[in-house]
């Protein structure tokens, strides 16, 4: 199958997907874009009304604004638009981190979001560093909203944050809510009670490639809209370039694929997920 190939999974045809930040949109010029194989263009029309339409042939698809960004839906909307609770509390800053286009299949972008273990080698000095190098025993399990969720999750970084003056271990928990989208929960250093909140919505383009539009539910104390982006989009750019050699690009289901070790978990937890779920789009799907 090429990267070209057009969608065919209900689940994801029929499902909301991040299209655009809305900053980068202008009502004097049409913004171009891809989503599960289709070409689209956005027209603004004032202010606030936005179309997106098929650019093959001008169908209107499905659209809405929500957190910052242009969500679009080219099935029929089967459940709303992902709910990110912590959107509503008055003493958090809600940041939009960049639309950074990667080479590599969305679902390799969630599996890479979900990894401890690369923290001490991909992101030395930041999320993590040597000899902290294992990754504890955590807890996988499906929950009642049908969403994989990691907690107890636990790791030694230097600078957990835009906010962080020392190193300390930081609690986490995973929460993969859509095959394509995955939020993130970790310890605040100045509020060790409280959570941020990083969701990624990953726009799956074809199936090799990818972009990802983080959201990033921070709380104020501390810390400026504009440090919580920059920190976002540098330990992004620590990620791209190993995404991107990854091979296959696409994600293997198959569980005799590629070998786990304990850390991956999550992982193999949310490979089966997709499975169970018929994804196929962005992945290599398991052999029967």
């Not at 999320?127 to 499906?142: F, M, N, R, S």
């Not at 999750?153 to 995973?174: L, R």
């Not at 293997?252 to 590629?258: F, I, T």
Request: proline share 7%; aromatic share 10%.
């Amino acid at each position: 199958m090429s990267r070209t190939a057009l969608c065919s999974d209900r689940v994801l045809l029929n499902d909301w997907h991040v299209v655009a930040d809305l900053t980068n949109l202008s009502s004097t010029a049409p913004f171009h874009t891809r989503l599960l194989g289709v070409d689209l263009t956005i027209h603004c029309r004032g202010r606030y009304r936005r179309q997106v339409v098929r650019s093959d042939g001008g169908e209107p698809v499905n659209s809405d604004s929500r957190y910052g960004f242009l969500w679009a839906c080219l099935g029929k909307p089967e459940r709303d638009i992902v709910f990110v609770p912590e959107a509503n509390e008055a003493d958090r800053y809600l940041v939009t981190g960049g639309s950074i286009a990667v080479n590599v299949s969305g679902l390799r972008a969630v599996e890479n979001f979900l990894d401890m273990g690369h923290f001490p080698f991909i992101h030395t000095g930041w999320l993590g560093e040597e000899p902290h190098t294992e990754v504890a025993p955590y807890k996988v399990e499906l929950t009642d909203a049908d969403e994989v969720v990691a907690t107890e999750c636990k790791f030694y970084q230097p600078v957990a944050s835009p906010t962080a003056k020392e190193g300390f271990v930081v609690d986490y928990i995973y929460k993969v809510i859509r095959p394509y989208t995955v939020a993130l929960y970790k310890s605040n250093p100045v509020h060790k009670a409280r959570l941020d909140v990083i969701t990624l919505f990953v726009q799956p383009v074809d199936e090799e490639r990818c972009i990802a539009h983080p959201f990033l539910c921070y709380l104020k104390e501390g810390v400026s809209e504009a440090s919580i982006r920059s920190f976002m989009q540098l330990i992004f750019a620590q990620d791209k370039p190993i995404l991107e050699n990854q091979l296959p690009k696409r994600l293997p289901l198959d569980p005799r694929a590629e070998t786990p070790i304990r850390a991956d978990a999550v992982s193999v937890y949310y490979r089966r997920w997709l499975r169970d779920r018929a994804v196929t789009f962005g992945a290599i799907p398991a052999r029967m």
